[in-house]
C-alpha cells in the first residue's frame, strides 16, 4: 500500500467514524428552530415593504433547520458531503429579491445554519444578537432628510412663476421632477425638502391660480 492509499484511507476513515448521537442531533435542530423563528420576528418587525411576503418570512425561518440538518450530515460522511456538492451545485435560486434588506435576512438565516449545525451554537446566539442590533440602530439612523413630493394643478403655464417662487420661500431644496400639460392646465412634480410643509400648503392655497395641491412623502432612495 503506497502512501496516497494510505493517506485516502485515513481521510476517508475519519469522516466516515464521526458518529452524531441523538441528544446532539435535538440540540443542534431546536437551537436552529428558536434562531429560525427569533429571525422570522425580527424580519416582521424590521420590514416596511408596502407587500409584506409572509411565504419569504416563514422562509427565512425554516431555512437554519434545513442548512444545518445538511451541515450535519456532511460531517457524518464525505461521501454524503461530496453528494450534497453536486447536488446542490444544480439549485439556482431564481426568485427575484426586490429588497437589498431581504438578502441581509436570507444570508443570516443560511449562516445562523451552518454555524448551529457545526456545534457553535453560541456563536450563532451571540452573532443574531449583534446583527438585530446593528439592524434596528442603522434603521433608525437619519444620515439624511427624506424628499418629498409636491404635486400641483395650476390653472395655466402663467401660473408657474409664482408657485415657484412660493416653494423656494419654504424650502431648502426644491427640484421640479415634471410638467404636464392638459389643455391649457399645468400638472406640476416638485421634489422637496422642508420642515414647514403646513405653511407651504398655507402659502400656495392663496396664490391664484392654483387648482389643487398635494404633499406626500415617499420611501424612494434619497439622492444628495
Not at 77 to 97: K, N, P, Q, Y
Not at 192 to 197: A, D, L
Amino acid at each position: 500500500m503506497n502512501f496516497g492509499e494510505i493517506f485516502n484511507k485515513a481521510f476517508l476513515d475519519g469522516f466516515s467514524n464521526t458518529d452524531i448521537g441523538f441528544m446532539e442531533m435535538a440540540m443542534v435542530f431546536a437551537l436552529a428552530v428558536i434562531l429560525g423563528g427569533y429571525i422570522y420576528l425580527v424580519y416582521r418587525f424590521v420590514s416596511r415593504q408596502a407587500f409584506y411576503s409572509k411565504q419569504f418570512n416563514v422562509s427565512l425561518a425554516i431555512l437554519p433547520v434545513i442548512v444545518a440538518a445538511i451541515i450535519l450530515a456532511i460531517q457524518s460522511s464525505i461521501v454524503i458531503s461530496l453528494g450534497m456538492v453536486g447536488a446542490l451545485s444544480i439549485v439556482r435560486f431564481r426568485t427575484a429579491v426586490k429588497d437589498p434588506i431581504d438578502l441581509t435576512f436570507l444570508f443570516w438565516s443560511i449562516s445562523a445554519g451552518i454555524i448551529c449545525g457545526a456545534g457553535l451554537g453560541e456563536l450563532a446566539v451571540v452573532a443574531s444578537l449583534v446583527v438585530t442590533v446593528m439592524l434596528l440602530v442603522l434603521d433608525r439612523l437619519q444620515v439624511v432628510q427624506a424628499p418629498m413630493l409636491l404635486a400641483l394643478n395650476l390653472a395655466g403655464l402663467e401660473t408657474e412663476e409664482g408657485a415657484v417662487d412660493t416653494v423656494r420661500q419654504y424650502c431648502r431644496h426644491y427640484k421640479v421632477k415634471s410638467r404636464n400639460v392638459t389643455r391649457g392646465k399645468l400638472h406640476m412634480i416638485v421634489e422637496v425638502r422642508t420642515e414647514k410643509g403646513k405653511e407651504l400648503l398655507k402659502a400656495l392655497e392663496e396664490k391664484e391660480g392654483i387648482l389643487s395641491m398635494s404633499l406626500m412623502d415617499h420611501d424612494g432612495e434619497a439622492v444628495f
